[in-house]
């Protein structure tokens, strides 16, 4: 599971999936509208070290096709 933070621009919306690009296909079908606003992205992995990375839109757009490929 993980659980991303998609930031906008007067407001976070927290979504929580089995991977990233389910958390995105849940932001978009949900919250459509506000992707024009998304300022960046923190995802938290939950994996042994509980990590968290922080990304920009488009750093956040590779990493969903770098998912898909897997």
Known sequence: MVTCDFYLNNR????TNSNVK???????NDFGE???ELCKVKVYWN???????HYSVKEFKN????????
Do not use: H, P, Y
């Not at 976070?12 to 979504?15: F, L, P």
């Open 34 to 36: 506000a992707i024009s």
């Open 47 to 53: 994996n042994e070290a509980k990590t968290e990375s």
């Open 63 to 70: 990493v969903l096709k770098n998912e898909k490929k897997r």
């Open 22 to 28: 389910n958390c995105w296909v849940v932001f978009k």
């Open 12 to 15: 976070i919306k927290t979504i």
